[in-house]
């Protein structure tokens, strides 16, 4: 509502980017993917928050997203949903762990409410700034656990 009341008064170039999770090596907050992937390297099991299926974005895609969102002229409408075009649930992000060479068991906190999230249409970002994320869910936590091995502890 206020950049389409901005846009309205003030001939601006301006969109909102609305990004799914945002993942990847070097985030410092609390997140599922994270948390998964931290027990895997700790060979431990992932306590984790009930989740639907949701999807998700890798770092160095939201980056290639926010700067050709930021170089379009082609801007068609105000916001634009960033995401991997896969809804991936706790135990493909499970299987992309072991994939990578680090089995890990999910536990579920059952005591929570489950986080309920859904597709999003990538479609306009696609179309309007040539939106292509690259990197699905197992290069990601395969590139996450590579980065926490190799990390000094």
Known sequence: MVLRGLWRATPLDLCSLRFAGIYGP????????????????ARRPARV???????????????DAAIAACL????????????????VSLADMAAAAAAAGAPVKIEVDESSKPSRRGPVDIG?????????????HRAGIARMIAARRSSPS
């Open 26 to 41: 070097g985030r410092r907050t609390a997140f599922v993917i994270g948390a998964i992937v931290d027990a895997a390297v």
């Open 49 to 63: 928050e009930p989740v639907s299926d949701a999807p998700f974005l890798y770092i160095d895609d939201a980056a």
């Open 72 to 87: 379009s002229d082609r801007w068609q409408q105000l916001h634009y949903f960033l995401a991997y075009p896969e809804q």
């Open 124 to 136: 306009p970002a696609i179309r309007d700034f040539g939106f292509a994320p690259k990197i699905d």
